[in-house]
């Protein structure tokens, strides 16, 4: 096998920024002076005080919606989708395998049984054809994830989803202002949801957003984030069950500090994005995870598809040659499919209340664990110094070859992909930098 002595060397870390810290974050003086105005006011509780008002105004008009609300995290988003649409117990919701865990656990809390529809291999996004199979008469909802912040193909999802009067929710935690054909995703079902955790496109530390054009399921979303508690009624009561999601005022301070820099820094992803994609094009074993026609990505991480046939140990392969060149990496986006997560495989909910789950059978899921390739995801910040990237190692991607005696045996055994069909996963988690 050919080897270079650039794939051979290590080399110093490449210092990058992460959005785990000030390196990789838009944080900054508009937020503090939001803060220190939230703290000034003494009120503290998005009950009384307006930023967290004004924050939810803004997103309703920047995303487009009538609707929006401001709740503690993605996973509450969800859960208050879930309980506006109000399944019986029992009742199917058809979603992803391929999220967070976050998106599937409130399908539980509301008693109602999850089914894991198959993905596209080259997007990891579930389509209509995915889900068509997984609908029957207990199906009360969809559930479609923007993985990576690559919207799902919605015209064909949402016209299956008509065809048999479902709602739909999307999933818009790593998707802030993508959009399919010209409509910002959040908007084109019945409901989006939203994570400001920390790694999100804008953060607050751990917060979400709902968004929702239908009056009444705004009702109950706005209900389920305040203990179901009538604000504002002539006879208010506690209507139903709920939990208190609320956000704070601190929290609402920070995040509409945050969504002021939103278009700009998600532009700058964008044209980042195209850089890279202009230069990756055309190197052989790698190219770009496919974007829908009529779609804008917003590239909360900037996905490869590696071919192990051109580069030598595919994504794994190629994630050890990037470790030689400073830049360490994990290989999944997800320890497994969430199927195969204890919480599912048995039961462990609420006593027995949950009676079976749809998590598919070798057919179900069987596009992703078919794939003969491998998939290498980069995180994508607006501040990503591209031009290190490109110069300390995908400009000469095609000239790398690894040998076997470089690739560290322990390193690869803890990078050990979660199937065992040949998928290797790769997240890129670049080390910290000044922007
Ligand atoms: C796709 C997706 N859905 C839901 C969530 C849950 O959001 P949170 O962590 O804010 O509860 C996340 C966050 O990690 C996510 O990436």
Not at 43 to 61: C, D, M, N, P
Not at 305 to 316: E, Y
Request: hydrophobic share 40%; aromatic share 6%; net charge neutral.
């Amino acid at each position: 096998m050919q080897t270079t002595d650039r794939t051979t060397t290590a080399v110093e870390p490449l210092v990058l920024p992460s959005d785990q810290d000030a390196t990789g974050r838009t944080l900054g003086g508009r937020e503090i002076e939001l803060v220190t105005r939230a703290i000034q006011s003494g009120t503290l509780t998005s009950t009384k005080g307006s930023l967290v008002r004004s924050l939810e105004e803004e997103f309703a008009r920047m995303m487009g919606a009538p609707f929006a609300f401001a709740c503690s995290s993605g996973t509450a988003a969800i859960h208050a989708a879930i309980s506006a649409i109000d399944p019986e117990p029992g009742d199917e919701i058809i979603t992803t395998s391929i999220t967070d865990m976050g998106a599937l656990t409130p399908i539980l809390y509301q008693a109602a049984i999850p089914v894991f529809a198959d993905v596209d291999p080259r997007t990891l996004n579930v389509t209509a054809e995915t889900i068509k199979p997984m609908i029957s008469e207990r199906t009360r909802a969809i559930i479609v994830t923007h993985l990576f912040g690559n919207p799902c193909e919605m015209d064909s999802i949402l016209a299956l989803a008509q065809a048999h009067g479902l709602p739909v929710i999307e999933d818009c935690a790593q998707a802030f202002l993508a959009s399919c054909q010209g409509r910002t995703v959040g908007t084109l079902g019945a409901i989006g949801c939203f994570s400001l955790q920390q790694g999100k496109h804008i953060t607050c530390g751990e917060g979400g957003m709902v968004v929702a054009s239908d009056e009444r399921l705004a009702r109950r979303l706005f209900l389920f984030i305040n203990k179901c508690y009538g604000y504002g009624d002539a006879a208010p009561d506690h209507y139903y069950l709920s939990l208190n999601s609320r956000m704070s005022e601190i929290q609402g301070a920070v995040a509409l500090g945050q969504l002021e820099k939103l278009k700009a820094s998600t532009e700058t992803r964008r044209l980042r994005a195209a850089e890279l994609t202009a230069r990756i094009r055309g190197i052989p074993g790698i190219e770009p995870f496919p974007v829908p026609r009529g779609s804008c990505h917003v590239y909360w991480r900037y996905c490869l598809l590696v071919d192990p046939q051109v580069i030598p140990g595919g994504a794994v392969g190629l994630a050890a040659a990037l470790k030689l060149r400073g830049i360490s990496s994990a290989p999944r986006y997800i320890q497994k499919p969430a199927f195969q997560c204890e919480i599912f495989q048995r039961r462990r909910t609420f006593g027995n209340i949950i009676k079976y789950i749809k998590m598919g059978s070798s057919s179900n899921f069987g596009n992703m664990l078919s794939m003969t390739g491998a998939r290498l995801f980069l995180p994508f910040l607006p501040m990503l110094p591209i031009q290190i990237l490109l110069n300390n190692f995908l400009y000469d991607l095609s000239q790398i070859a690894i040998p076997s005696d470089s690739i560290d045996e322990e390193y690869l055994l803890k990078s050990r992909p979660w199937n065992v069909e040949g998928i290797h996963l790769v997240i890129l988690s670049l080390a910290p930098a000044s922007p």
